[in-house]
């Protein structure tokens, strides 16, 4: 069964840096786009960044110059690097994974799912 973990969160200063990691385990037979959205208490989840299996990245205006996205196909594992930190960033982080199918019969009968992961606690104060 195909799980996502994600890494790295905690506590940054204004102008900080962080790197989350996620790693994709389990049996994949399909693994298509993959992102990083966030969710702020009292708020809605949001669109951070996302990137495709061709490495085709994209952007959520309020992260654009300050977050990069990236993949290792090998490691089967997604970053997102986070910098020039502001407090408006605190959220939780969580990474999702499109197009996934975790078993052969699975990718033959295109059966595709979207999966999350548990999520990981960012929190940007001074």
């Known amino acids: 069964q195909v799980q996502l973990v994600e890494s790295g969160g905690g506590l940054a200063q204004p102008g900080g840096s962080l790197r989350l990691s996620c790693a994709v385990s389990?049996?994949?037979?399909?693994?298509?786009?993959m992102g990083w959205y966030r969710q702020a208490p009292g708020k809605q989840r949001e669109l951070a960044a996302t990137v495709t299996s061709g490495g085709t990245t994209t952007y959520a205006d309020n992260v654009k110059g300050r977050f990069t996205i990236s993949r290792d196909g090998a490691k089967n594992t997604v970053y997102l690097q986070m910098n020039s930190l502001r407090p408006e960033d605190t959220a939780v982080y969580y990474c999702?994974?499109?197009?996934?199918?975790?078993?052969?019969?699975?990718?033959?009968?295109?059966?595709?799912?979207?999966?999350w992961g548990q999520g990981t606690l960012v929190t940007v104060s001074s």
């Open positions: 999702k994974a499109e197009n996934v199918a975790s078993s052969i019969l699975d990718f033959v009968k295109r059966r595709y799912l979207e999966l």
């Open positions: 389990g049996s994949i037979f399909r693994l298509d786009a």
